[in-house]
């Protein structure tokens, strides 16, 4: 425990140590992130200047956007740049710092996907109490909630880092600093501290993600009693939120619902988790969306 000063720093291997690969990614990587805050910026815009995305739906997906835009960026920036370098490192500080920011920014997604599953759940299965139960007071309540849950979550993480000791060596095998990469580096037993991790981040995934499946099937399910043009909208706007839930839910369980062991398809889940995901949301809720693609129209004219 004396030398766990001794790593003031973290060397990041990164996706290749393949120079030209290196920079064929740093080309592909800038253009996915400007694309990314580009697409979830103009969704904010739009929800914000639309007189007609008026609803809570639009509202927590406007915030879906913001959150996205703030996670992609404590990761693809400092990876893409990194990509320039023949080493790339990071302080002990800073490797600290994105971690808390990338489960932050992360688990306070989680739980907005849940509030989003909610708001759903009650325009569709009990639409005349709609306006009443999602009136805007609780929209912010529930905003505010997934905020203090990401944060609480992201607490934890950090806790059980910074706890550890760190004698060296210091090299990552990843593009980024995150929990089994980190624990794998410290010079002491991390059995007890990789349980209380899947109980904290891959058991939480799970349970959650089988919740919103079964939430999902009770909402498609009650669509039989719909009009056929109400129940086309309501199911467009499901398989929406569905394949986001997915997209981002099922590598976060194979990269956190296990032991502590990193595998070799890790880096690429977490390119699809971090950097792919970010972009595909907007993407699918504006290619599926007749009232979000109305309303960017008649503000971008």
């Given at each position: 425990?004396?030398?766990?000063?001794?790593?003031?720093?973290?060397?990041?291997?990164?996706?290749?140590?393949?120079?030209?690969?290196?920079?064929?990614?740093?080309?592909?990587?800038?253009?996915?992130?400007?694309?990314?805050?580009?697409?979830?910026?103009?969704?904010?815009?739009?929800?914000?200047?639309?007189?007609?995305?008026?609803?809570?739906?639009?509202?927590?997906?406007?915030?879906?956007?913001?959150?996205?835009a703030l996670y992609?960026?404590?990761?693809?920036?400092?990876?893409?740049?990194?990509?320039?370098?023949?080493?790339?490192?990071?302080?002990?500080?800073?490797?600290?710092?994105?971690?808390?920011?990338?489960?932050?920014?992360?688990?306070?997604?989680?739980?907005?996907?849940?509030?989003?599953?909610?708001?759903?759940?009650?325009?569709?299965?009990?639409?005349?109490?709609?306006?009443?139960?999602?009136?805007?007071?609780?929209?912010?309540?529930?905003?505010?909630?997934?905020?203090?849950?990401?944060?609480?979550?992201?607490?934890?993480?950090?806790?059980?880092?910074?706890?550890?000791?760190?004698?060296?060596?210091?090299?990552?095998?990843?593009?980024?600093?995150?929990?089994?990469p980190l624990l794998?580096?410290?010079?002491?037993?991390?059995?007890?501290?990789?349980?209380?991790?899947?109980?904290?981040?891959?058991?939480?995934?799970?349970?959650?993600?089988l919740l919103l499946?079964?939430?999902?099937?009770?909402?498609?399910?009650?669509?039989?009693?719909?009009?056929?043009?109400?129940?086309?909208?309501?199911?467009?706007?499901?398989?929406?939120?569905?394949?986001?839930?997915?997209?981002?839910?099922?590598?976060?369980?194979?990269?956190?619902?296990?032991?502590?062991?990193?595998?070799?398809?890790?880096?690429?889940?977490?390119?699809?988790?971090?950097?792919?995901?970010?972009?595909?949301?907007?993407?699918?809720?504006?290619?599926?969306?007749?009232?979000?693609?109305?309303?960017?129209?008649?503000?971008?004219?």
């Amino acid at each position: 425990m004396e030398n766990r000063n001794n790593v003031t720093e973290f060397v990041l291997r990164g996706l290749t140590q393949n120079p030209k690969v290196q920079k064929t990614l740093f080309v592909v990587f800038f253009i996915i992130y400007i694309s990314t805050m580009v697409g979830n910026i103009l969704i904010i815009i739009t929800v914000i200047r639309s007189k007609s995305l008026r609803s809570p739906m639009y509202f927590f997906l406007a915030f879906l956007s913001f959150m996205d835009a703030l996670y992609s960026t404590v990761i693809v920036p400092k990876m893409t740049l990194d990509m320039l370098h023949e080493k790339a490192t990071i302080s002990f500080q800073a490797c600290m710092v994105q971690l808390f920011l990338e489960h932050l920014f992360g688990g306070a997604e989680v739980f907005l996907l849940v509030f989003m599953a909610y708001d759903r759940y009650i325009a569709i299965c009990k639409p005349l109490h709609y306006l009443g139960i999602m009136r805007w007071r609780v929209c912010v309540l529930l905003l505010v909630a997934s905020w203090i849950g990401g944060f609480m979550h992201s607490l934890l993480q950090l806790l059980f880092v910074v706890s550890l000791p760190f004698c060296g060596p210091n090299i990552i095998d990843h593009f980024a600093c995150d929990m089994y990469p980190l624990l794998e580096l410290s010079c002491t037993d991390t059995y007890i501290i990789g349980i209380s991790v899947v109980a904290n981040g891959g058991l939480m995934c799970t349970i959650i993600f089988l919740l919103l499946l079964i939430s999902y099937g009770v909402i498609l399910h009650s669509l039989k009693a719909q009009s056929l043009a109400g129940r086309q909208k309501a199911l467009s706007t499901c398989i929406s939120h569905i394949t986001v839930v997915v997209f981002f839910f099922v590598p976060c369980i194979f990269l956190y619902d296990r032991p502590v062991y990193t595998f070799p398809i890790d880096k690429s889940l977490s390119v699809f988790y971090t950097i792919i995901t970010p972009l595909l949301n907007p993407l699918i809720y504006t290619l599926r969306n007749i009232e979000m693609k109305n309303a960017m129209r008649e503000i971008w004219k």
